[in-house]
Nanobody, 115 residues
């Protein structure tokens, strides 16, 4: 079992930055890929970015260089640096981990961007 706890969400103005964190616990050694998804109002949950244990990254097209995912294996934590926030980035951001072919999710952290 893997437990994921997100933090770092909140209220920001357009153009500002936030840093989201996701701390993993439990069967840490079994985690392969970690990532961030988001659920925007009226839309389906979508991948934002993912990072493998080895550091390989994948980003959604809409990121356009504004987001950066990183991983600290020693701290069992994955980060999402979100820059140049836009009001359309408003939504709930979820941490995800894949371990032994199972998916694990955090409860999410709300990001609200005002114009």
């Amino acid at each position: 079992q893997v437990q994921l706890v997100e933090s770092g969400g909140g209220l920001a103005q357009a153009g500002e930055s936030l840093r989201l964190s996701c701390a993993a616990s439990g069967s840490i050694s079994s985690i392969n890929v970690m990532g961030w998804y988001r659920h925007l109002p009226g839309k389906q949950r979508e991948l934002v970015a993912a990072i493998s244990r080895g550091g390989g990254t994948k980003y959604a097209d809409f990121v356009e260089g504004r987001f950066t995912i990183s991983r600290d294996n020693a701290k069992n934590t994955v980060y999402l640096q979100v820059n140049s926030l836009k009001p359309e980035d408003t939504g709930v951001y979820y941490c995800h981990a894949e371990a032994l072919a199972r998916d694990y999710w955090g409860l999410g952290t709300l990001v609200t961007v005002s114009s």
